[in-house]
């Protein structure tokens, strides 16, 4: 049986922990508006490379002879018009949002890590296609890649609207079809300008909707990736548009429900929740609300 002084040092020892834990996720969290601002400018201050110039990346992957993999780049303006966080000149209030909820998966993902579960692939996801899930999407993608050593991919499998691919000009390049069925994403994969944050695309799929993109094939494209890309965001077809939605929430770590006032109905929210596995559901998103009105536009999920 332990003495008192034991129970006492363990008390101790148990709270110093749980100290030191919060310290580490408020540091974490706590990265201020100025300095996403200041990180901003300075990949702005960087030389541009011409669009497609290939560059080399660490692929994470053990090769029998060194090789050097190399990526090519978007177009520099596209990229300010796809991902606005990026932009010099993108609103304060903008800025703040996107970096509010890269601090808040951020976290999620550390309690996850905690509780021995995994948070690596996001998907964002919506009832319909007004909501401005895509929107999101971009820019939380973008926010994680802001600053850190870790690369953050967005993968285009929304074959319907093609929002992303479509902004970005890159509709008939090879994309997530071409990488399914070759087994290898690497000629798939772009880069967004100095930043760590890539796309793929969803390639030639968009030109022939009919065909579109072999969702059984997903879980094995995300396996692939999950060794390279510390974040995997993935921009789906909305709920209402295509059955394919419901089965990229079940591939999903976790899914992000992007809402709007005025546009989302509750019935629909409801069956959309339905579809996702429970304990899937990490947050919904207000969109197109200002903070001032609500600062509790991120909740977690139930």
């Known amino acids: 049986m332990a003495t008192e002084d034991q129970t006492t040092q363990s008390q101790k020892s148990a709270e110093s922990l749980a100290h030191r834990a919060i310290e580490d996720l408020a540091l974490e969290a706590d990265s201020s508006v100025e300095q996403m601002l200041r990180l901003v400018d300075r990949l702005h201050r960087a030389e541009r490379p011409k669009p497609e110039e290939a560059v080399p990346i660490d692929l994470g992957k053990e090769t029998?002879?060194?090789?050097?993999?190399?990526?090519?780049?978007?177009?520099?303006?596209?990229?300010?018009?796809?991902?606005?966080?990026?932009?010099?000149?993108?609103?304060?209030?903008?800025?703040?949002?996107?970096?509010?909820?890269?601090?808040?998966?951020?976290?999620?993902?550390?309690?996850?890590?905690?509780?021995?579960?995994?948070?690596?692939?996001?998907?964002?996801?919506?009832?319909?296609?007004?909501e401005g899930k895509s929107f999101v999407a971009t820019n939380l993608a973008a926010a994680l890649a802001i600053g850190s050593d870790e690369k953050v991919l967005i993968v285009d499998l929304n074959p319907l609207s093609n929002?992303?691919?479509?902004?970005?000009?890159?509709?008939?390049?090879?994309?997530?079809?071409?990488?399914?069925?070759?087994?290898?994403?690497?000629?798939?994969?772009?880069?967004?300008?100095?930043?760590?944050?890539?796309?793929?695309?969803?390639?030639?799929?968009?030109?022939?909707?009919?065909?579109?993109?072999?969702?059984r094939r997903v879980p094995m494209l995300l396996e692939s990736l999950r060794g390279t890309f510390a974040w995997i965001i993935i921009d789906g077809p909305a709920h209402a548009d295509s059955s394919d939605a419901e089965l990229l929430s079940n591939y999903a770590d976790?899914?992000?429900?992007?809402?709007?006032?005025?546009?989302?109905?509750?019935?629909?929210?409801?069956?959309?929740?339905?579809?996702?596995?429970?304990?899937?559901?990490?947050?919904?998103?207000?969109?197109?609300?200002?903070?001032?009105?609500?600062?509790?536009?991120?909740?977690?999920?139930?």
């Open 163 to 215: 929002e992303l691919s479509s902004s970005l000009g890159i509709l008939k390049g090879p994309g997530v079809s071409e990488a399914m069925h070759s087994g290898q994403w690497e000629s798939s994969v772009r880069q967004v300008g100095e930043t760590n944050l890539y796309v793929l695309p969803a390639g030639r799929a968009a030109e022939n909707r009919l065909d579109g993109i072999d969702f």
């Open 254 to 302: 976790a899914n992000l429900l992007v809402v709007q006032k005025g546009v989302t109905e509750f019935n629909e929210v409801a069956q959309l929740k339905e579809g996702i596995p429970e304990g899937r559901l990490l947050g919904a998103v207000l969109n197109n609300q200002t903070l001032k009105k609500s600062k509790s536009w991120f909740r977690r999920g139930e």
């Open 64 to 130: 029998t002879a060194p090789q050097e993999k190399r990526l090519p780049r978007l177009d520099w303006d596209k990229c300010l018009q796809t991902f606005p966080v990026l932009h010099p000149k993108c609103k304060r209030e903008y800025i703040e949002s996107f970096r509010l909820l890269r601090a808040r998966v951020s976290l999620a993902k550390r309690e996850w890590a905690a509780g021995g579960a995994l948070l690596q692939v996001l998907a964002i996801v919506s009832t319909s296609s007004r």
